[in-house]
């Protein structure tokens, strides 16, 4: 092990120790309705992460995109995430089918507050919820419904201590490797050239495209 395994924490109580008690604001920040001020970022926001478990505790986090709005309300319990073309390991789909739960974060491209949902979810093939995406995006082939058992928002500080929207930040990053260069190291594909890249971005592009609506 790379750490001191006697410096694990083993109860909440010792771990309460640790940290002072949140203040008010933030301990009764949570509900369990969709206000208009979070329909309001859900009807702007083109990224979500969702969150899920497998019955075996494995975990999975995915990035969902599309244009603004693309998480549609469905009634001010419940919000809809289409599934669009990924990568068919459906690893969030398997977990919410699993466990029957799911977690959202949900971003504004230049907010640095976001909000977070929780709640019970299901994956549904109910013709009503398909059919809300038919003017933006191709009919989805399933979609995540999430049941908002838990709204508040989250605060702005790991957005501004990362300034993950100052553009002046953003050169002293540029080196960092990429998604190919990752496949590259983990022996998927032999080369990170031009030709490589090219092939990646083209898939890239008809996933892309399939997506348009019909």
């Known amino acids: 092990m790379s750490f001191d395994p006697d410096s694990c924490i083993s109860s909440t109580e010792q771990l309460a120790e640790l940290y002072r008690a949140p203040n ?10 969709l206000d208009e001020a979070s329909v ?8 979500v992460l969702i969150a899920t478990s497998g ?3 494995s975990l999975d986090v995915s990035p969902r995109g599309g244009p603004a709005g693309f998480v549609r309300v469905l009634d001010e319990r419940h919000v809809a995430i289409p599934d669009l073309n ?5 690893d969030s789909l398997r977990g919410v089918v ?15 507050e976001t909000l977070r949902l929780n709640g019970a979810a299901w994956v549904v093939t109910d013709p009503a919820v398909l059919d809300r995406w038919d003017d933006e995006l191709r009919r989805p082939t399933t979609a995540i419904v999430v049941r908002t058992d ?3 928002m989250h605060c702005a ?8 929207w100052e ?17 590259k190291a983990q022996g998927l594909v032999e080369s990170n050239d031009a030709a490589t890249r090219e092939f990646l971005e083209q898939g890239y592009a008809a996933d892309l495209a399939d997506d348009a609506p019909e």
């Open 24 to 33: 008010r604001l933030v301990a009764e920040k949570k509900a369990a309705v």
């Open 40 to 47: 309001g970022i859900l009807e702007r926001s083109p990224f």
């Open 55 to 57: 019955d075996d505790g």
């Open 86 to 90: 990924g990568n068919n390991l459906i």
């Open 98 to 112: 699993a466990t029957g739960r799911a977690g959202l974060l949900v971003l504004v491209p230049g907010k640095d």
């Open 150 to 152: 838990e709204v508040f």
């Open 157 to 164: 500080k790991a957005f501004r201590r990362g300034k993950l």
């Open 167 to 183: 553009p002046s930040s953003w050169g002293d990053l540029a080196d960092a490797p990429d998604g190919l260069d990752i496949l």
